[in-house]
């Protein structure tokens, strides 16, 4: 995936990897340790964003969205694995265009780039369709976001619930 795709999926605030250290960045964060791979000393967090509510047989888009709160810039790739709740199902396009429905639509797995700075965001997009079957009005809770990554120190924010509120009409 290029880095412009990853800008669009993840929104302005998506680094370039290679595009060097932000503007006041600590340039010895971009160093490689001796003798062996980049290392980093970041924090992934992933942020809670319940979807837009949908009627039943309708679409909303879940917003799995991940903050690196450093201090450094990620040196590894990371994933994200949304766990959808019952009564939806995952309806592609999704962004980035590495992600992919498994464990019978249940989950969706993406990837992204090594390079995410302190204080960036990336964001997996995921348009989810309600079953016809889910009663209006309720909530379809059990959803989850997670993400995995090599350089992350701290695991305790690694993974956030999610809601989707079912309404009698789609909201504008």
Not at 2 to 20: F, N, Q, R, S, Y
């Amino acid at each position: 995936m290029g880095c412009a795709l990853a800008a669009l999926a993840a929104g302005p605030a998506w680094a370039c990897p290679g595009a060097g250290p932000e503007p006041g960045g600590d340039p010895a964060a971009e160093v490689a340790a001796p003798g062996g791979p980049a290392t980093s000393d970041s924090d992934l967090k992933v942020l809670r964003i319940n979807p837009d509510a949908a009627a039943p047989g309708g679409t909303t888009t879940v917003h799995a969205r991940v903050l690196n709160t450093g201090p450094d810039r990620t040196a590894s790739p990371f994933t994200v694995v949304i766990t959808l709740p019952g009564g939806v199902t995952p309806e592609g396009p999704f962004l980035p265009e590495n992600c992919y429905a498994f464990q019978n639509g249940h989950r969706v797995r993406c990837t992204f780039p090594a390079g995410l700075a302190r204080f960036r965001t990336a964001t997996a997009l995921i348009p989810v369709r309600i079953a016809t079957a889910v009663p209006a009005p309720s909530t379809l809770a059990g959803g989850w976001v997670a993400v995995r990554s090599d350089d992350d120190r701290n695991e305790a924010n690694n993974k956030r619930p999610f809601e989707i509120r079912v309404v009698q009409t789609a909201m504008p």
